[in-house]
């Protein structure tokens, strides 16, 4: 092998490294799917589960996972002290109690729709370290409607 065949080996080897190595990196970006509710709890069949309107019991471990439902009316209790908010996630079957500290979203309200993002505890409940509101569509349609008429 002559010395320009090695090097022009040795560059494309360090540019295949190079790639795949970013490639690695960018697969574990934080792209985190999201559940609904019922999703979740069907997809973790092996662990004991209280359906309905009892709350539903899970572990999975330490991962970070987004969980989507309907804040269940009645359920929302918050201390301003510690900045803590309890509620219940409802999807169609099934409640996920969640538990977050911190400042509440504007739109957070019972009955609304939200997203929320973090771990499953021992105990059974959802310890969320963020909240998303979906916004509803009428606040750009009414928006909309006034550039047009103003």
Do not use: H
Not at 34 to 48: A, G, R, W
Not at 101 to 110: D, E, I, Q, S
Not at 111 to 130: H, V, W
């Amino acid at each position: 092998m002559t010395g320009k065949t090695a090097k022009t080996v040795i560059a494309a080897a360090i540019i295949t490294a190079s790639a795949a190595y970013l490639l690695y990196e960018t697969s574990k970006s934080p792209w985190i799917y999201y559940y609904s509710v019922d999703e979740f709890v069907e997809k973790y069949p092996q662990n004991t589960f209280q359906t309905g309107e009892n709350s539903a019991k899970i572990k999975i471990g330490n991962c970070v996972i987004r969980l989507a439902g309907t804040v269940k009316d009645g359920s929302i209790v918050s201390s301003t002290e510690n900045m803590q908010l309890d509620f219940s996630l409802a999807g169609r079957k099934n409640l996920i109690p969640v538990r977050y500290y911190g400042a509440v979203p504007k739109n957070f309200a019972a009955g609304k729709e939200i997203i929320a993002e973090g771990k499953m505890n021992t105990s059974g409940t959802f310890d969320a370290t963020l909240i998303l509101t979906r916004c509803e569509s009428k606040y750009k349609a009414k928006l909309y409607q006034n550039k047009l008429n103003p």
